[in-house]
């Protein structure tokens, strides 16, 4: 039997430790380069669809009436936000909860906006009188050809109350947010549409029990169901 001396033992012990150190450095070390530089090893993040604002929320001016803090705008989306809502109408209406308001506050601007390239385009803006009442409207522009949803194209819409005479002043509450018209072949109802389909139910009967628990139901499924029973109070048809 060959003798191994202990100094080369010992030798020997220290080199595998040092060289056992370095393998895990080095693993440490590329574990957290990957945790680093993931994205960039990853697929490109999801910016995900467009979101607009679905409560007014907070003004700026302390001269605007603090009810303005409560128009919201019934669409489909998450807390505060709005979320981008398909529809197979080519003209679409759009409703909103409005609060009481004083006659100093009843100037309402629906506008209707298209992206072409890098312009934005007014597709519709038209200012009009509200009575101040509270409660749900709906508001339908003019249904002329220049106002439709083209189909493959997404639509920014805003709806402003203006704390002031428009002529006079730019302070005002707004929400605002995105619709698109679906292609021909999507036959599955979206939530815009099936808002729209029950809403109107709901303005001709308001007294039907089953229409008024599937608009709880619904207004649940949107996180508004403190507007399920605010009543339906009027519809704008806006001109030219």
């Known amino acids: 039997m060959t003798k191994i001396k202990l100094p ?18 080095a693993q440490f070390s590329l574990s957290q380069n990957t945790v680093k530089n993931g994205n960039k090893q990853g ?11 679905r409560r ?50 009843r100037t309402a601007e629906l506008v209707l906006q298209v992206k072409d390239g890098k312009k934005v385009e007014n597709v519709y803006r038209k200012p009009f009188t509200l009575s101040g009442k509270p409660g749900i409207i709906s508001i339908n522009p003019p249904q002329k050809p220049q106002y439709s949803l083209k189909e493959n194209k997404t639509y920014h819409w805003y709806f402003h109350i203006y704390c002031g005479d428009i002529e006079e002043t730019s302070d005002n509450f707004y929400v605002d947010g995105f ?8 036959t599955v109802d979206s ?12 303005r001709a009967k308001p007294q039907d029990a089953t229409i008024n628990q599937n608009w709880v139901n619904l207004l649940n499924k949107f996180g508004l169901s403190d507007l ?3 009543p339906i109070i009027e519809h704008y048809n806006l001109e030219k």
């Open 228 to 230: 399920a029973k605010q």
């Open 56 to 105: 007014a929320g907070a003004g700026r001016n302390p001269d605007c009436p603090s009810s303005l803090t409560k128009l919201t705008a019934l669409v489909p989306g998450d807390a505060e936000k709005s979320k981008l809502a398909p529809t197979v109408a080519a003209y679409p209406t759009y409703w909103f909860y409005v609060p009481e308001l004083p006659e100093t506050a």
């Open 43 to 53: 697929t490109k993040p999801n910016i995900g669809a467009p979101t607009g604002r």
């Open 8 to 25: 080369l033992i010992i030798s020997l012990l220290i080199a595998s430790s040092i060289g056992f150190s370095i393998e895990v450095q």
């Open 179 to 186: 619709v698109k018209k679906k292609t021909q072949t999507q």
């Open 191 to 202: 939530d815009w549409d099936i808002f729209t389909n029950l809403a109107k139910q709901r």
